[in-house]
């Protein structure tokens, strides 16, 4: 018996989960979500993880073999420090998060980007089960990405593979966050959705184009053009079995679906048309923090054969 903790850092909440193996069968047994009080600042944010890791790993159990921390940024694979939380109050650049966390628990740690992690827990115990490759786009503030391949994070040789949100669909676009212009983040994120259709939510623009307002649907039309030009691309580069798509957005029905699906069947004429496969994520607000226990089971080189969430 053996236990993996992953930890997912968001601006809101930390969410906790402890992945256990018994008998090459893997278990979440805990899934919850504590304040993450993002506005007392990044050293406070670190020591919390740290102390919150330490309670499970040296407190709670003592059978936990690694940490994995999903974190909603880029950091230095190296050194383990942040270089950029771009949601995330004060000043993140070199913050160093791999270090305290390990000097206080004594376990390897690992640290991953969100929406790496988001794909690995979609690719092992959701809607991608047993399918590779593997394309996750998640729909928020921003638009995050993950490939897995063979039940492994893709992050190619610079280690940063998987930016599905940045690649380039508009080189007379808007400046991105990335400092390139025109990403597909800037096109057809959740905020740029509501932006277009006046809305202060996604959610609201979502209910507003259910009830049949122009503007409302064309915002959705729009980012679906977008994300279908995105989706062609990574067919045409990668031909992955399946795409997943994530955040609250995706998760509103049909509709915006299958806008996105026709944009992308119209722009892959290389593909056979029932071969691109776009369905929404199936884990809920737990993916990240099941995927970054995941990321310590793979890391670690773990066997399982099943996993079960509930
Ligand atoms: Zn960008």
Not at 217 to 242: D, Q, R, T, Y
């Given at each position: 018996?053996?236990?993996?903790?992953?930890?997912?850092?968001?601006?809101?909440?930390?969410?906790?989960?402890?992945?256990?193996?018994?008998?090459?069968?893997?278990?979440?047994?805990?899934?919850?979500?504590?304040?993450?009080?993002?506005?007392?600042?990044?050293?406070?944010?670190?020591?919390?993880?740290?102390?919150?890791?330490?309670?499970?790993?040296?407190?709670?159990?003592?059978?936990?073999?690694?940490?994995?921390?999903?974190?909603?940024?880029?950091?230095?694979?190296?050194?383990?420090?942040?270089?950029?939380?771009?949601?995330?109050?004060?000043?993140?650049?070199?913050?160093?998060?791999?270090?305290?966390?390990?000097?206080?628990?004594?376990?390897?740690?690992?640290?991953?980007?969100?929406?790496?992690?988001?794909?690995?827990?979609?690719?092992?115990?959701?809607?991608?089960?047993?399918?590779?490759?593997?394309?996750?786009i998640v729909l928020g503030t921003?638009v995050?990405?993950?490939?897995?391949?063979?039940?492994?994070?893709?992050?190619?040789?610079?280690?940063?593979?998987?930016?599905?949100g940045?690649?380039?669909v508009n080189?007379?676009?808007?400046?991105?966050?990335?400092?390139?212009?025109?990403?597909l983040e800037t096109m057809a994120s959740a905020s740029a959705i509501s932006r277009g259709a006046g809305t202060n939510t996604p959610e609201e623009a979502f209910a507003r184009a259910m009830s049949g307002d122009r503007k409302a649907i064309e915002a959705f039309e729009e980012a679906a053009k977008w994300l279908g030009i995105g989706i062609?691309?990574?067919?045409?580069?990668?031909?992955?079995?399946?795409f997943?798509i994530g955040g609250g957005v995706a998760q509103s029905g049909d509709f915006f679906l299958k806008l996105i699906l026709k944009e992308a069947q119209e722009r892959?004429?290389?593909?056979?048309?029932?071969?691109?496969?776009i369905v929404p994520?199936?884990?809920?607000?737990?993916?990240?923090?099941?995927?970054?226990?995941?990321?310590?089971?793979?890391?670690?080189?773990?066997?399982?054969?099943?996993?079960?969430?509930?």
């Amino acid at each position: 018996m053996t236990k993996f903790l992953g930890l997912d850092l968001g601006g809101t909440n930390i969410k906790i989960c402890v992945l256990e193996i018994i008998d090459f069968e893997c278990r979440v047994i805990e899934n919850l979500s504590i304040p993450t009080d993002a506005s007392k600042g990044p050293e406070y944010v670190v020591n919390l993880l740290a102390q919150t890791a330490n309670y499970y790993i040296n407190e709670k159990y003592h059978d936990v073999e690694a940490v994995s921390v999903a974190v909603p940024g880029i950091f230095n694979h190296a050194t383990g420090e942040i270089l950029l939380f771009p949601n995330l109050p004060g000043n993140w650049e070199n913050q160093p998060m791999k270090a305290p966390i390990a000097a206080l628990c004594n376990i390897p740690v690992f640290i991953l980007n969100d929406a790496r992690a988001f794909s690995l827990a979609e690719a092992h115990a959701g809607q991608a089960k047993g399918k590779s490759p593997v394309a996750c786009i998640v729909l928020g503030t921003g638009v995050g990405g993950g490939i897995v391949i063979d039940g492994k994070i893709h992050l190619g040789s610079t280690l940063g593979a998987g930016e599905i949100g940045h690649q380039i669909v508009n080189p007379e676009g808007e400046m991105c966050g990335c400092g390139a212009q025109g990403c597909l983040e800037t096109m057809a994120s959740a905020s740029a959705i509501s932006r277009g259709a006046g809305t202060n939510t996604p959610e609201e623009a979502f209910a507003r184009a259910m009830s049949g307002d122009r503007k409302a649907i064309e915002a959705f039309e729009e980012a679906a053009k977008w994300l279908g030009i995105g989706i062609a691309n990574v067919m045409a580069v990668l031909s992955p079995e399946i795409f997943i798509i994530g955040g609250g957005v995706a998760q509103s029905g049909d509709f915006f679906l299958k806008l996105i699906l026709k944009e992308a069947q119209e722009r892959s004429k290389l593909t056979p048309i029932d071969s691109i496969k776009i369905v929404p994520a199936a884990l809920g607000i737990y993916a990240g923090s099941i995927g970054a226990a995941l990321n310590g089971v793979i890391n670690a080189g773990a066997k399982f054969n099943l996993i079960s969430t509930t």
